[in-house]
């Protein structure tokens, strides 16, 4: 049973154009949300995270929405350039310290910034 | 990269042999994770370790087995390699909120 699920399994996006991608969870416990990214024939790196405390969280171009009630979370891709082609990782964890710090991860969204 | 480092980076095995794979990490960070990545699955947990000796089971553990017996490294055993175990496999650590994975290591399983 996958906890967290992730749609769609790939995007294509012009250059400047954005990038959505969707995510829900089953688990209520979980309160703590990132977002991995991940190039090819690299490890997934953190791209940005977000507490169930706040509806949106900023970073530059990347945006993560959340919904408590409706147990989703997004990630909004803006002005999204070539180099943002990459593979991205919603993930969700428990509280730190509780059952191992595991992260949960989505299946994943392969996303391609065509110029 | 958080110093972590996995070895060998590609392997090549045969149906029914054992296989190790290693994580090495040079900042001693008490919790380390093994995951595998397959298309569409995104990445699973295999095992995990929240100390020397001490470690438990993730949600795909069937056919693999963990050692830590030093905090720095965090060996994952396939005891029998079959097909289904073809895959790229990570290593990660758990610094606060934050996982930081090594470059993986692509097994085939032939």
């Known amino acids: 049973q996958q906890q967290v699920k992730q749609s769609p399994q790939s995007l294509i996006v012009q250059k400047g154009g954005i990038s959505i991608i969707n995510c829900a969870y089953e688990?209520?416990?979980?309160?703590?949300f990132p977002w991995y990214q991940q190039f090819p024939g690299k490890g997934p790196a953190l791209l940005i995270a977000?507490?169930?405390?706040?509806s949106e969280k900023k970073e530059g171009r990347f945006t993560i929405s959340f919904n408590k009630s409706a147990k989703q979370f997004s990630l909004h891709i803006m002005d999204s350039q070539p180099g943002d082609s990459a593979t991205y990782f919603c993930a969700a964890s428990i509280p730190r310290g509780a059952a191992g710090n595991k992260l949960t991860f989505g299946g994943g969204t392969r996303v391609l910034v065509k110029p | 990269d958080a110093g972590i480092t996995q070895s060998p980076r590609h392997k090549v095995t045969e149906t029914g042999t054992p296989v190790t794979l290693r994580c090495h990490q040079t900042e001693n960070h008490r919790y380390m994770y093994w995951y595998r990545q397959d298309p569409g699955h995104g990445l699973r947990l295999i095992h995990y370790s929240y100390g020397v000796k001490d470690t438990d089971k993730g949600e795909v553990s069937d056919g693999y087995s963990v050692s830590r017996s030093k905090t720095e490294d965090f060996l994952l055993t396939l005891e029998s390699a079959t097909s289904s175990q073809t895959s790229v496999y990570f290593c990660?650590?758990?610094?606060?909120?934050?996982?930081?994975f090594g470059q993986g290591t692509r097994l085939t399983v032939v």
């Open positions: 688990n209520t416990a979980f309160d703590y």
């Open positions: 990660a650590i758990r610094m606060n909120t934050e996982a930081f």
């Open positions: 977000i507490r169930p405390d706040v």
